[in-house]
């Protein structure tokens, strides 16, 4: 299994909603990504995993909650989105911190 | 000014013409990535390189490092080549994106 697969595919949450984003990989990778794309921007980093253990959090907001609750699993839960955080989710994994990376296919996600 | 700039930003071509996007970075990093992403889809990795020349299928990816420079070529475009072609440079534990290159092969 050579890939990372996120779920689910596609979005629609209100403001007051909570939802989760699920992303999955089985290649023993031991470091996981979760990146925001805007329409026609670069992903933009927003949370790094090595090892199960949270290691870069790009300031972002606290709507955003990262867990990783094992090595092949990384979900990035959402509350009280605002219509501006609607953007393609990116999961990605890399064998080791910054090295080979594997993306998903993403989550678009759209706050109503 | 950013990190990483790619050239040029959008690009069109005729099936069967020779493609190159560049690539230039003012970091030091440890190694540059080049992928593809389709419109609404997720990334595709084509290549890492930390020095030298690549070469997968039709694309053909090389790095100078001493320039801070990287090309990817692609030989004999088909319409299915038509997609973003984004450059990233590895520094520390983080992607530097460039800003990508939106190419177009007409039939």
């Known amino acids: 299994d050579t890939e990372v697969t996120q779920t689910p595919k596609h979005l629609v949450m209100g403001m007051t909603n909570k939802k989760s984003l699920k992303c999955e990989q089985h290649m023993g990778h031991r470091a996981m990504y979760w990146y925001k794309q805007k329409a026609k921007k670069p992903p933009e980093l927003m949370f790094v995993y090595s090892y199960e253990k949270l290691s870069i959090n790009e300031s972002v907001p606290s709507r955003f909650s990262p867990e990783c609750p094992n090595s092949s699993l990384l979900n990035l839960h959402l509350h009280a989105l605002q219509p501006e955080d609607s953007a393609l989710y990116l999961c990605?994994?890399?064998?080791?911190?910054?090295?080979?990376?594997?993306f998903g296919s993403g989550t678009r996600l759209t706050v109503v | 000014k950013n990190e990483v700039e790619q050239s040029p930003q959008n690009l069109t071509a005729q099936e069967g013409e020779f493609i190159t996007i560049n690539c230039s970075y003012s970091v030091g990093i440890s190694a540059l990535h080049w992928l593809q992403q389709h419109p609404g889809g997720g990334i595709v990795s084509l290549f890492m390189l930390s020095s030298g020349k690549k070469k997968h299928g039709r694309l053909i990816a090389t790095i100078n490092i001493q320039e801070k420079h990287s090309s990817l070529h692609i030989t004999a475009s088909h319409p299915r080549d038509s997609a973003v072609y984004i450059c990233a440079a590895r520094s520390t534990d983080k992607l530097i994106f460039g800003t990508g290159t939106r190419l177009q092969v007409f039939p």
């Open positions: 990605a994994s890399s064998a080791r911190s910054g090295y080979g990376y594997t």
